[in-house]
């Protein structure tokens, strides 16, 4: 695994000096818009301090325009069954993401775990009888498969896998993207069990020009059309066949929940949330990139190469998105908690990669001026999110921001602003913050 090639010292010593050229050096780019070029005015610290109701220790590193982590959104109150804390945004199709406090555990229980459903889920699902079909133009030997049948024919796997929403992040982006306005939490990693995608796929045969499996799940559309299919997207055939991408039938030990895919889905790691189907019925080899529902541009797809903020990108030079970028969340504490200066507080969350692994987490208390790395857990298995935790100390009682930037193992950062605007508001892997008043 490769590490930061700067030691966390050599780091803060370069950031004190000329915070920009470190930014170049270690992240290979600058993050422009949060330089330091323009700090807070003498009147509008004294505004934003008073709105605090306290002083702001490290104000003189505050980048200007930065809106206090402190200022974020409240959490509404729970209202999707077993999912009690999580906050709806949206009740047709349901949509609920986790608050970050609420994700600290290692393992995402399933009453923690998001909901990002396109369409409306199927009712009264009878395990006993459901069935998988497997079939496509490159499978050579077309099937069909009880739950009984998967169980008893292949290996079962169980591995712990993160579930990301593509569109995690996306309340940032300014001009607003439309879609679910999602802040932090569609995101989670539970354990699955099931058997491997591979195993079936090879036991039904899969033909030489297989290029994509697509997946078909049992919702239906908004509109009530049964022609019409709420979402079928799907993976490269190098993707489906990795040993962690698997069929479903077990979250932590249990059934998956009916809003996560009850009895049987797809868990294709890694990558964009919508490529794992729930409610899965049916899976097609494709010998040509699958063609289902949300699968073309403009959804789940980025510009090929940067573009202004509010252009219109044509379709053309867009991608499907694959695996997803470095990122990682604060945990503990809640953000805006006080907390006794004088005590050390403990700091953790989790970091993940999309298929890459995460190298180094660092935390920052002075809005980025200097940065602290913190003790990082290998994951359980490929595609699992990884575990850290610290400790601060704040010198005086005041504002402060907690900070926290992953690396991955190819030495790409997690940005301290929102990065590259797309339409439709994918990928927003900015660093986490959190406020605490130490008083
Ligand atoms: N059949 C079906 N599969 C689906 C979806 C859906 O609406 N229908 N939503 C997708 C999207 S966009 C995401 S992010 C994940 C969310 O999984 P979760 O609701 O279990 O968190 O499921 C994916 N699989
Ligand atoms: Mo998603």
Avoid at 155 to 176: H, I, K, M, Y
Wanted: aromatic letters at 8%; one cysteine or more; proline letters at 8%.
């Amino acid at each position: 695994m490769k590490q930061p090639q700067n030691s966390a010292s050599t780091l803060n010593a370069l950031y004190k000096e000329d915070p920009i050229a470190a930014d170049r050096a270690l992240w290979g780019r600058t993050t422009s818009a949060i330089s330091r070029r323009g700090f807070l005015k003498q009147s509008a610290l004294l505004s934003m301090s008073a709105a605090l109701g306290t002083s702001i220790p490290f104000a003189r590193y505050m980048p200007a325009g930065l809106i206090p982590a402190a200022f974020a959104a409240e959490a509404a109150d729970a209202q999707i069954e077993g999912k009690d804390g999580l906050v709806v945004l949206n009740t047709r199709p349901v949509n609920a993401e986790t608050p970050a406090h609420l994700l600290s555990e290692a393992i995402t229980p399933n009453h923690r775990m998001f909901v990002r459903n396109n369409g409306i889920p199927p009712q009264n699902v009878n395990p006993d009888s459901w069935t998988l079909e497997i079939g496509g133009e490159s499978c050579l030997r077309p099937m069909s498969f009880t739950l009984a049948d998967l169980r008893a024919r292949f290996e079962e796997v169980t591995l712990q896998l993160q579930l990301e929403c593509g569109g995690n992040g996306r309340s940032e982006f300014v001009p607003a993207a439309s879609g679910n306005q999602w802040s932090t939490g569609a995101i989670g990693c539970p354990m699955f069990t099931g058997v491997r995608l591979r195993d079936v796929l090879n036991y039904c045969g899969v033909g030489a020009d297989a290029v994509y499996v697509g997946y078909y799940g049992a919702d239906t559309h908004t509109t009530g059309d049964p022609a019409r299919d709420p979402i079928s997207r799907g993976v490269p055939i190098a993707k489906a066949l990795e040993r962690e991408s698997i069929i479903a039938w077990n979250m932590n030990g249990e059934d998956i929940p009916l809003q996560n895919g009850y009895p049987l889905r797809l868990v294709c790691a890694g990558w964009p949330g919508s490529v794992s189907g729930k409610w899965l019925n049916r899976l097609v080899v494709r010998n040509q990139v699958h063609d289902g529902e949300k699968m073309a541009a403009p959804s789940y797809s980025v510009p090929v190469a940067p573009v202004a903020p509010g252009s219109r990108v044509p379709e053309s030079d867009m991608r499907i998105i694959e695996s997803m970028p470095v990122k990682s969340l604060v945990t503990f504490p809640q953000s805006g908690i006080s907390h006794d200066f004088r005590q050390r507080l403990t700091v953790s969350g989790h970091a993940w990669a999309g298929d890459n692994q995460v190298s180094g987490v660092f935390i920052s208390i002075d809005f980025g001026a200097t940065w602290l790395p913190t003790a990082l857990n290998p994951a359980a298995n490929r595609l699992a999110w990884q575990n850290w935790q610290t400790w601060v100390q704040f010198p005086e009682p005041g504002y402060y921001e907690i900070w926290a930037r992953a690396m991955d193992d190819r030495g790409r950062s997690q940005p301290m602003i929102v990065p590259g605007w797309n339409p439709r508001g994918y990928l927003n892997n900015a660093a986490h913050r959190i406020a605490v008043q130490a008083v």
